[in-house]
């Protein structure tokens, strides 16, 4: 059930969106098995609450994504599974978009590929290239719906906050399309703002909002931005350590960033 690419690369780290509600685990579904670890959690550590997860699709591996920048990593779709691509196909059916009927994106490159020679990524603009996106990102917002409810849930009353990490990918964000930002579920163009519909779930459920990034300051003002707008708190980190002067002195600079900002702000480094 895991989250399969284009060529049919398995990813072990999460299982598959599209199994969400369907009890797959001995009769339990994945947000049943979540909702049970996070109460045994709560339960477990009352006085030590403070939890974050990070939103995403695993477009590029984990222990990846400290170096991927370096290698301008595009990341492949995770939608190639037969639970995913049983989702897409019905959605597309139900508009009449025969594009998708044989599944996902034909040309959409693989982990190494370069954008610029990708051929899906020149139709991201285009009626079948937005609808496949806003299906792929839509499918990650549920997912993140059906936990945030859970998480809700479950620590309702223990007084402490709630936070949810957006992914720090960065590496294409000055390109048109955000080419590494799609793959991983965020549907951040230069002309559609990805990270909004995000931070007003997480404002539903009451979530903070953490960046693993903080020293990229393009990414951070939008996602600042979208923070304000909701009215919640963004909290920033730095995933890798940054020894040099440049990210010594990216920190009062991120700092003076949010003070002038109306949502809270937490920095961890």
Same mark, same amino acid.
């Given at each position: 059930h895991a989250l399969t690419g284009r060529f049919g690369r398995r990813n072990m780290e999460y299982i598959s969106l599209g199994?969400?509600? !369907?009890?797959? +685990?001995? &009769?339990? =579904?994945?947000?049943?098995?979540?909702?049970?670890? #996070?109460?045994n959690f709560r339960d477990t550590f009352r006085s030590f +609450?403070? /939890?974050i997860i990070t939103l995403r699709y695993p477009s590029c591996p984990s222990q990846k994504l400290g170096w991927a920048w370096r290698s301008r990593e595009l990341g492949e779709f995770q939608c190639y599974d037969k639970c995913m691509l049983a989702s897409l196909i019905?959605?597309? !059916? %139900?508009? *009449? #978009?025969?594009?998708? %009927? @044989? /599944?996902?994106?034909? $040309?959409? &490159?693989n982990l190494m590929h370069n954008p610029e020679n990708t051929e899906f990524l020149f139709e991201v603009m285009t009626p079948c $290239?937005?609808?496949? +996106? *806003?299906?792929? =990102?839509? #499918? !990650? !917002?549920?997912?993140?719906?059906?936990?945030?409810?859970?998480?809700?849930? @479950?620590?309702? $009353?223990? %007084?402490?906050?709630? =936070? =949810?990490?957006?992914? $720090?990918?960065?590496?294409?964000y000055n390109t048109p399309s955000h080419s590494s930002e799609l793959t991983a579920g965020y549907y951040n163009t230069s002309s559609r703002d990805g990270y909004l519909p995000i931070a007003q779930m997480f404002g539903r459920y009451g979530f903070t909002m953490c960046c693993s990034v903080v020293q990229k300051a393009f990414l951070i003002r939008q996602l600042l931005l979208a923070a304000r707008i909701c009215n919640i708190p963004l909290e920033? %980190? @730095?995933?890798?350590?940054g020894l040099d002067d440049e990210s010594f002195l990216q920190v009062p600079k991120t700092s003076k960033l949010y003070s002038a900002a109306n949502a809270g702000v937490v920095l961890v480094y």
């Open positions: 199994y969400d509600i !369907l009890p797959v +685990l001995h &009769g339990r =579904s994945p947000i049943q098995a979540y909702a049970d670890f #996070m109460r +609450l403070g /939890g019905v959605c597309a !059916l %139900e508009i *009449e #978009m025969r594009e998708w %009927e @044989n /599944g996902g994106p034909v $040309g959409a &490159g $290239g937005e609808f496949f +996106l *806003e299906w792929y =990102s839509r #499918m !990650l !917002l549920q997912h993140g719906e059906r936990i945030c409810t859970e998480a809700e849930t @479950n620590f309702r $009353g223990t %007084e402490v906050s709630t =936070s =949810s990490k957006v992914a $720090g990918i960065y590496w294409h920033g %980190e @730095n995933s890798s350590t």
